[in-house]
């Protein structure tokens, strides 16, 4: 005789309804993963708009400790003046030495409670974007610009160098009392802004760090506030300069400026 038995009441999936839920598990992934990306990178540029804030903070601190000019900073160690990008005024020294071979001097990392001249890369991360992906045409090399550089950031360097550098345009430096538009005005910014004026020559990249379709940047104006920009020509050319002296100049600031000097202006 057989023993009597009970069922349960269980049974397994078909395959037509395995492969339907998997269809619809792989829908489901689709559709949010461009969400998550997204997501990310916007915390990213939040994140890039958190240490420009602090960074144009210290920046402005130093100007009002120095009598209304901003700092300068250069190698002069062979007699003349070497200068470059903006990139010498915080962060660590990175994997590049300046053109003269020796490390920079990055003044603003005393307003930001760094070391002032040899501050290492894990000290230093308030300069480093975490969107950075390099900068082959300003390095020369496929590092991080935080890697190669020491920061992802450069100071304007019209604003800081105008005076004494190859940048200048004018025959004195200025300060803050005298930036015409402070709110658009460009202070400190991550290094592929520069591609929102010019056409990424400065960045090799195209269109950035920040979005893969577009040029876009996050900058820190001299007002103190941070911006995220997006799109080629979103920042004027006018607004990287620090200002001249003159009426001419003020009517010209509707026009493009260019790399010479403006007509009328001091």
């Known amino acids: 005789m057989r023993r009597p038995t009970r069922s349960n009441g269980l049974r397994g999936f078909t395959l037509i309804e395995l492969l339907t839920v998997m269809a619809i598990i792989s829908i489901l992934i689709a559709i949010l993963l461009p969400s998550l990306s997204g997501a990310r990178n916007r915390g990213r540029i939040t994140k890039c708009q958190a240490n420009l804030r602090e960074l144009g903070s210290a920046a402005l601190r130093y100007v009002s400790q120095n009598e209304d000019r901003f700092p300068l900073s250069g190698d002069c160690s062979s007699g003349s003046c070497v200068y470059w990008n903006g990139h010498q005024y915080f962060g660590w020294n990175g994997r590049l030495l300046n053109p003269r071979g020796n490390v920079w001097v990055r003044l603003l990392n005393r307003e930001l409670g760094l070391e002032s001249v040899v501050p290492n890369a894990d000290d230093a991360r308030i300069a480093e974007c975490p969107g950075d992906a390099g900068a082959p045409g300003q390095t020369g090399v496929s590092d991080r610009l935080y890697d190669a550089l020491g920061t992802s950031y450069p100071?304007?360097?019209?604003?800081?160098?105008?005076?004494v550098s190859d940048w200048k345009y004018r025959n004195r430096d200025i300060g803050t009392s005298q930036i015409i538009q402070p709110s658009m005005k460009v202070l400190v910014a991550d290094h592929v802004a520069f591609g929102l004026t010019y056409d990424g020559y400065w960045t090799a990249i195209r269109p950035g760090w920040h979005d893969t379709f577009r040029p876009a940047g996050v900058v820190a104006f001299a007002d103190g506030h941070a911006d995220y920009v997006v799109g080629r020509g979103g920042i004027r050319e006018w607004q990287?300069?620090?200002?001249?002296?003159?009426?001419?100049?003020?009517?010209?600031?509707?026009?493009k400026v260019n790399w010479t000097v403006l007509p009328g202006a001091n």
């Open 240 to 255: 990287w300069y620090g200002e001249a002296s003159g009426a001419q100049y003020v009517r010209d600031l509707q026009q």
């Open 155 to 163: 100071l304007n360097p019209i604003l800081c160098q105008g005076r």
